[in-house]
């Protein structure tokens, strides 16, 4: 089985910065691709970006492109998401992922953390 349990989340002002993190355990990952979802209250989960855990590419919504940026610590089994320049808009609970299968939709990732919540301020 696989866990996985964010951290970093936090209140901010609008423009300011935050790191999330993702740490996973259970299971090798060398073949997983690692995802960021979120959502807002009233609003369905949205798509943030994913990597690979192998070659570490990376994929992002548009949304938060040039704004965000996932990484990953193959020694810590962990994944960053580098949040800047937040906007109000990027209020929600962001959430972890992992799976075999990698894609823009939540039905591609089997496992979840629980979420952390990011509030940005204007």
């Known amino acids: 089985q696989v866990q996985l349990v964010e951290s970093g989340g936090g209140l901010v002002q609008a423009g300011g910065s935050l790191r999330l993190s993702c740490a996973a355990s259970g299971r090798t990952f060398s073949s997983f691709a690692m995802a960021w979802f979120r959502q807002a209250p009233g609003k369905e989960r949205e798509f943030v970006g994913f990597?690979?855990?192998?070659?570490?590419?990376?994929t992002y919504a548009d949304s938060v492109k040039d704004r965000f940026i996932i990484s990953r610590d193959i020694a810590k089994n962990t994944v960053y998401l580098q949040m800047t320049n937040l906007k109000p808009e990027d209020t929600a609970v962001y959430y972890c992922?992992?799976?075999?299968?990698?894609?823009?939709?939540?039905?591609?990732?089997?496992?979840w953390g629980q979420g952390t919540q990011v509030s940005v301020s204007s």
């Open positions: 992922a992992a799976g075999a299968t990698y894609g823009t939709k939540a039905h591609f990732y089997d496992f």
């Open positions: 990597i690979t855990w192998s070659g570490g590419g990376t």
